[in-house]
């Protein structure tokens, strides 16, 4: 019994300090990706992170704003939203990587999930497999399944 306080305490000070919670990609569970154990996270030195590409969000169906990065990390590649983000909710929201620079058809060769939105507002980051050749992608798009509505896309430029 002793030994959950301090645990619980451990895993908070990880996601305090990593400050986002990761979606991945293959899944589509979210999780926080620990990096180092709970007794270095604090003192531990940030790794570089490479902004490969970015974009603003422009508004379609709902309003959407906010920047998109993608970045590298310690070898793996993210798609970053700022705490600028905003949409509105839907039923079934994915966000994805997507061929075309303004989106208007969602055949599977077209596009890449990186999972459903985690959350409406606010910083969020999705793991993109390793195997995704980002260069080949030109948008990011906050799509709802459901319906076929894109909430918004933000094109990408290096």
């Known amino acids: 019994m002793k030994f959950q306080t301090p645990l619980l305490m451990a895993l908070v000070s990880v996601v305090t300090v990593n400050g986002v919670v990761l979606s991945d990609a293959a899944s589509h569970y979210t999780h926080a990706e620990v990096v180092s154990s709970p007794s270095t996270a604090a003192s531990a030195a940030p ?25 590298t990390q ?3 590649k993210y798609l970053r939203l700022n705490k600028a983000f905003r949409s509105d909710e839907g039923p079934d929201v994915f966000v994805l990587l997507h ?8 055949k599977k060769s077209d596009y890449v999930s990186l999972g459903r939105l985690q959350k409406t507002r606010g910083k969020q980051l999705y793991r993109i497999p390793q195997q995704v050749d980002i260069t080949e992608f ?3 798009v906050i799509w709802c399944r459901q319906f076929n509505a894109t ?8």
């Open 47 to 71: 790794s570089a992170v490479e902004v490969l590409a970015s974009g603003n969000f422009v508004d379609s169906e709902h309003p959407t704003k906010g920047l998109a990065e993608i970045v």
């Open 151 to 158: 909430f918004g896309y933000a094109p990408l430029s290096s």
């Open 99 to 106: 061929r075309e620079d303004s989106p208007k058809k969602y």
């Open 138 to 140: 030109k948008s990011v």
């Open 74 to 76: 310690n070898g793996k």
